[in-house]
């Protein structure tokens, strides 16, 4: 319900700045956001004890922008009790400039580390492929394979050894 919400305040912001306001209100958000990992300051926020005008000074101060757009929004927020909201809205603010420049971010899988270049290698290969700007991140899981997503391209690429000889198997099942 809250991520419906944060995308119909996308939309109005959107619509209603342009490219390089756009750029700055996520930069200051940004700084917002990050302060909503800690467990403190999600209590301040979704305690009734705490006034709305003192949640959304806390969050004015914490920002300390003296942008009059992102000023009034999150006066806006702060009349509607809807700070939850803000982490989801940044999100979907990026995707958007993201889309905007033809820019991603993959996830790239891996039981084990691997270096640097050959993940620049990677996304400069398939930065090429799908002609957009790609930059990887390594995840480290226990999986024995190798899985990058790019969940904004809606690509999954993925190679497991079970699924590979489990493949295989079948293969010389049907040979035989």
């Known amino acids: 319900m809250v991520e419906i919400v944060a995308?119909?305040?996308?939309?109005?912001?959107?619509?209603?700045?342009?490219?390089?306001?756009?750029?700055?209100?996520l930069k200051d958000l940004g700084e917002i956001v990050n302060v909503f990992s800690i467990e403190k300051f999600l209590d301040i926020i979704y305690s009734p004890c705490v006034s709305k005008s003192r949640k959304q000074n806390l969050l004015l101060e914490l920002m300390g922008s003296d942008n009059g757009k992102i000023i009034n929004f999150i006066k806006?927020?702060?009349?509607?009790?809807?700070?939850?909201?803000?982490?989801?809205?940044?999100?979907?603010?990026?995707?958007?400039?993201?889309?905007?420049?033809?820019?991603?971010?993959?996830?790239?899988?891996?039981?084990?580390?691997?270096?640097?270049?050959?993940?620049?290698?990677?996304?400069?290969?398939?930065?090429?492929?799908?002609?957009?700007?790609?930059?990887?991140?390594?995840?480290?899981?226990q999986i024995e394979g190798i899985k990058l997503v790019i969940d904004d391209l809606g690509i999954e690429i993925s190679f497991s050894r079970e699924n590979f000889l489990n493949e295989l198997k079948s293969y010389i099942l049907k040979v035989i």
């Open 76 to 141: 806006l927020l702060g009349e509607k009790d809807r700070f939850d909201i803000l982490p989801f809205v940044y999100r979907e603010l990026e995707a958007y400039i993201r889309r905007k420049n033809k820019s991603y971010i993959g996830l790239l899988y891996l039981n084990k580390k691997i270096e640097s270049n050959v993940v620049e290698q990677i996304a400069k290969v398939l930065s090429g492929r799908f002609n957009v700007g790609l930059e990887i991140f390594q995840v480290e899981v």
């Open 7 to 25: 995308k119909k305040y996308t939309k109005a912001l959107i619509t209603s700045l342009n490219d390089n306001d756009l750029k700055v209100f």
